[in-house]
């Protein structure tokens, strides 16, 4: 089942503010980029070892040495800085990376966050997820709310293997907005069109939904 | 350590060096960085048995998948082999022995050794199971996982400039673990693009010095290889 990735990707770069530092992680998050407009001063991480990347111009020339950690080629933005591997993870565990957005297998009502490994059928490696997860002072998913099977993918408790536990502040699916908070799921916005009923229907976990204070997107 | 002047030699003979059963670190994050020119001299001389800890496994038909098809390679110590099908069919076929680690502690595993450290302690993945048995520490009230440090045998890394004695530069994200790696290995063979008589560089411009390099062989721009899945945003 196709779903409105261009709804979640519109939202998602509401969530960037001007001067942060900002790592985009593979897939759907990468192509936030587009989304952040020169004047936000936003300078983007990548976990190869750079701060300050930005897509190439269809007329730039590609420099084969610069890539962002996806594999795509990149360029410099004013501001930036080139570093080793370890120095990049040092940011990312000394908490300096300020929002990172993933794609997501699995979120749960804590916050649980399995997006590395399905035993049996996934196992690439678990890259730089397990860090940024752990460590980043805000960690926002983006996915489909349900899989390509309508199964929800917003639970009550991860099956999956955890790349880390109680890491996730808001999700941002095609369906709704929701922040991770000690009472559980909080609905911040539900996607234009869709009842409370139906986000309900397509979701695991337990929402806290209240009505008069639900905006949409 | 090899006598300054006598660092320059050639692909042959420094990777003639290098015996079958080795350990060898193999910078590169994607492709830049890689030694291209080094592994398929590596691939052409016919070690095997070898133990490789690169970040990831290149794409198929290139650096290290290379070997890694040929089945020169027994075990793989690395971060990330999405991009690397045949690399994943090796290794549920179990052909291929592979070590998976985050990508920061791998990073960091080879950065303690290289600064001459026996490990470290870190709470990354404390409460989840990176598939690896770990040590647990008690330290100030709290537990740590042991992480003990990474070193090899070899260091096959890739430098853009650099001079005769082996000082290194590396361009745009080209460094990724290639410093790291020169300081973490017994010997270390690096190619550069373009070898300058010392004095040429200067000094602050310097990322790798050469105290660290045993043997540099300069290879044309040509025997370096763009990744196939590279793409824009």
Not at chain 2, 30 to 51: K, V
Not at chain 2, 135 to 146: D, F, V
Not at chain 2, 216 to 226: G, H, I, K, N, T
């Amino acid at each position: 089942m196709p779903y409105d990735q261009q709804r979640i990707l519109a939202r998602a770069a509401r969530e960037i503010e001007p001067g942060q530092i900002v790592n985009l992680g593979i897939g759907l998050p990468s192509q936030l980029f587009n989304y952040i407009p020169d004047e936000a001063q936003v300078l983007v991480h990548s976990e190869n070892g750079i701060l300050g990347g930005r897509p190439c111009h269809p007329d730039e020339a590609i420099d084969y040495d610069m890539i962002d950690a996806g594999g795509a080629y990149i360029t410099t933005c004013p501001g930036a800085s080139l570093f080793d591997s370890s120095m990049s993870f040092a940011m990312i565990r000394r908490g300096r990376v300020d929002v990172t957005f993933m794609g997501a297998f699995e979120v749960d009502e804590v916050g649980n966050l399995a997006n590395w490994k399905i035993p049996g059928k996934f196992s690439p490696g678990i890259g730089g997820a397990m860090e940024l997860a752990q460590k980043v002072r805000r960690l926002v998913i983006m996915c489909s709310h349900n899989d390509k099977h309508g199964n929800p993918k917003i639970l009550h408790r991860c099956r999956l293997p955890l790349t880390a536990p109680r890491c996730v502040s808001r999700i941002i699916t095609d369906k709704a907005v929701m922040d991770v908070t000690p009472q559980g799921l909080e609905v911040v916005d539900i996607a234009e069109g869709l009842s409370i009923e139906e986000l309900r229907a397509a979701t695991e976990a337990s929402l806290i939904i209240d009505a008069s204070r639900v905006g949409s997107y | 350590m090899t006598r300054l002047a006598q660092k320059l030699t050639t692909v042959e003979a420094a990777i003639a060096r290098i015996p079958s059963g080795a350990t060898l670190m193999v910078g590169g994050f994607g492709s830049p960085g890689t030694p291209f020119a080094l592994l398929d001299e590596l691939l052409a001389q016919g070690q095997d048995g070898l133990t490789l800890i690169k970040n990831d496994a290149n794409e198929p038909g290139i650096g290290i998948s290379r070997l890694i098809e040929a089945g020169r390679v027994s075990r793989l110590i690395t971060s990330h082999i999405g991009l690397n099908r045949v690399a994943i069919e090796e290794m549920n076929e179990g052909r291929l022995s592979v070590e998976i680690y985050p990508q920061g502690i791998l990073a960091e595993k080879i950065r303690c050794a290289g600064a001459g450290h026996y490990g470290f302690l870190t709470d990354i993945g404390l409460e989840t199971d990176i598939g690896m048995p770990r040590r647990e520490i008690e330290c100030e009230g709290r537990n740590w996982a042991l992480e003990p440090a990474l070193r090899a045998d070899f260091a096959l890394v890739h430098a853009g400039l650099s001079d005769r004695y082996g000082n290194l530069i590396y361009n745009g994200t080209a460094a990724n673990f290639n410093p790291l790696m020169a300081m973490a290995a017994d010997e270390v063979i690096a190619q550069s693009f373009q070898v300058e008589e010392p004095g040429a560089l200067s000094p602050t411009t310097v990322h790798t010095p050469c105290a660290f390099v045993s043997y540099l062989v300069q290879v044309p721009m040509s025997s370096s290889e763009q990744g196939r899945r590279a793409h824009a945003v």
